[in-house]
């Protein structure tokens, strides 16, 4: 039975420019003269983990936070601003329905936090039933790009990786993907549609399941 793992919040729904500005949020209430704008945050981008994130942008400008606590902060803004509701992205509700109808396994294989999880889920009107498998920060030990959270993946779900593909909106993500030895398809979010999807078998602006998918 194949198996469609759609592979980040950003997959669902276009969550860019909300994080960019609960970021934004976080550093003003630190007292930090911070203001990344979409072009600076979509440099930004280019690396996965926003903690990581924080920590190296402030130490291109010679400052010292604390990244945990800022980006903690950030999350609390986020998931207020999702409270409000999101839509799914083009072609989202439609592939998880034909998925479900043609009985392949279904998994949403994120590596961000289980709060952040929930409130995408219920933003977007989507219960943890509709999937097999819903993953958290806390089933990896490394974050994408490395592989981790799809290994967990194929193991839970019992799947051979040439029986999957994944679904993702950002580069690392597909190599996260690949290092498993699962194909990709590339799904750019908003703030990656000039990114490089080195690899991935397809590349789309609306979401469809892939009917070539041979089965081992």
């Not at 903690?51 to 400052?63: K, W």
């Not at 806390?138 to 194929?154: E, F, G, N, R, W």
């Amino acid at each position: 039975m194949p198996a469609l793992l759609l592979g980040s919040i950003g997959v669902l729904a276009e969550t860019s420019d909300i994080q960019r500005r609960a970021f934004n949020q976080a550093f003003a209430e630190a007292g930090l003269d911070w203001q990344w704008d979409r072009a600076e945050y979509a440099r930004l981008l280019t690396q996965s983990g926003g903690r990581d994130r924080i920590a190296r942008y402030a130490e291109t400008r010679g400052e010292t936070v604390d990244a945990t606590a800022l980006h903690a902060r950030k999350s609390t803004f986020f998931r207020a601003a999702l409270e409000r509701g999101l839509p799914l992205r083009p072609g989202v509700a439609d592939t998880i329905a034909e998925a479900r109808t043609k009985g392949w396994r279904l998994a949403f294989v994120t590596s961000t936090s289980a709060a952040n999880v929930d409130a995408i889920l219920k933003a977007t009107h989507l219960g943890r039933e509709t999937f097999q498998l819903v993953t958290t920060a806390a089933d990896a030990t490394a974050s994408k790009p490395a592989p981790d959270i799809y290994v967990h993946a194929l193991l839970q779900l019992e799947t051979l990786p040439q029986n999957a593909i994944a679904v993702e909106d950002n580069p690392d993500g597909l190599r996260a993907a690949q290092a498993a030895g699962i194909p990709c398809i590339a799904f750019p979010g908003e703030l990656h549609t000039a990114s490089t999807f080195t690899g991935a078998t397809d590349r789309l602006e609306r979401l469809s399941l892939p009917h070539d998918l041979k089965v081992a």
